[in-house]
T-cell receptor, first 114, second 118 residues
């Protein structure tokens, strides 16, 4: 069974507008971590933001924020004021417990239009 | 500057040959990981190591081998037994204090090696 599901293969957003990238996950653990990474065309993986399963507040890092809905097992990434440099592949990932194995979703390609 | 170095960036090999991908880190991290990425897809875990001289198989270990003789180095060998070796390979790491019961630390990634086997 898929642990991480990203249902949007590709998204377009107009420059300066906000965009939401969806991610749902499946786990029976009480303790887990959720991560978002950005992968530009160069291939590097850039860590964006983290949400812990026990965190009561939605995580925020600059223009990135998470809409974490624990009961629905979803953690959607919101990018505000999109920039051309935000065009990239975005991956949602989950770590169960403390082992360190990150499980990744299939990713969403975001294209920012000028 | 601390970081993870993967070399080379591009690698070409003939079918039937083994090839070793290098991964070196100077972050003093205990745990290291190898992921494979196919076009348009997410990352899949090949092998990981939490301490020197110890490593575990990930989800797609068949056709691959690793060694962890030094804390800084975690080379990956793609053997001729790997049926579809052409892919983008990413190495990552994190510290042991982050591994032990702390779920909130991100993996630090290298820039990847793109392997093409013909």
């Amino acid at each position: 069974a898929q642990k991480i599901t990203q249902t949007q293969p590709g998204m377009f957003v107009q420059e300066k507008e906000a965009v939401t990238l969806d991610c749902t996950y499946d786990t029976s653990d009480q303790s887990y971590g959720l991560f978002w990474y950005k992968q530009p065309s160069s291939g590097e993986m850039i860590f964006l933001i983290y949400q812990g399963s026990y965190d009561e507040q939605n995580a925020t890092e600059g223009r990135y924020s998470l809409n974490f809905q624990k009961a629905r097992k979803s953690t959607n990434l919101v990018i505000s004021a999109s920039q051309l440099g935000d065009s990239a592949m975005y991956f949602c990932a989950m770590r169960e417990g403390g082992i360190g194995k990150l499980v990744f979703g299939a990713g969403t390609i975001l294209r920012v239009k000028s | 500057d601390g970081g993870i170095t993967q070399s080379p960036k591009y690698l070409f090999r003939k079918e039937g040959q083994n090839v070793t991908l290098s991964c070196e880190q100077n972050l003093n991290h205990d745990a290291m990981y190898w992921y494979r990425q196919d076009p348009g897809q997410g990352l899949r875990l090949i092998y990981y190591s939490q301490i020197v001289n110890d490593f575990q198989k990930g989800d797609i270990a068949e056709g691959y081998s690793v060694s962890r003789e030094k804390k800084e180095s975690f080379p990956l060998t793609v053997t001729s037994a790997q049926k579809n070796p052409t892919a983008f390979y990413l190495c990552a790491s994190r510290s042991i204090s982050e591994v032990l019961g702390m779920v909130h630390s991100p993996l630090h990634f290298g820039n990847g090696t793109r392997l093409t086997v013909t």
